[in-house]
């Protein structure tokens, strides 16, 4: 992922959120925080931290929790040294009786120039059960499906509830 520096076009822009979506969904978190500068400042929900150990244990608590988890994500905008993008990960909640959750998020994303490494990551998600109960149903990303072929919308019941 370090491989693409800014500044961005629209396809390096592309590929830099591909590469991390493939890294993401690797689970591993010593793989994903070598993508990062050592003093990378995240904010993930409501928790803030900084560098590589910090990633490191943030994400191997992520994924001890969030069992069966994929994620896509999408280039939302671009410029120079920045990158927004839209996401959306499925999971099982070990926290929660193995339910099956969907997160939707945005994120901003600022590289370093030399390295092309991240040195800011701010995220905002929200959780939804899927399926009555959280039992799954409705799922998009089931085992044997390229998480960059499901359509997300309406067509998908991706439907925002009633209020």
Known sequence: ????????????????????QDLWNTRDPSRVAQSYTPTSVWRNRDSFFTGTDAIIAFLTAKWQREQNYRLRKELFAYMDDRIAVQFWYEYQDAADGMRWKRCYGLEDWTFDRVSGKMLKRMMSGNDMLIGPDGNGAGRWFVDGVDVDEVRIGEEHGDVAPEI
């Not at 370090?2 to 500044?7: F, N, Q, R």
């Open 1 to 20: 992922m370090a491989d693409v520096k800014p500044p961005f076009t629209e396809v390096s822009a592309k590929k830099k959120v591909k590469a991390a």
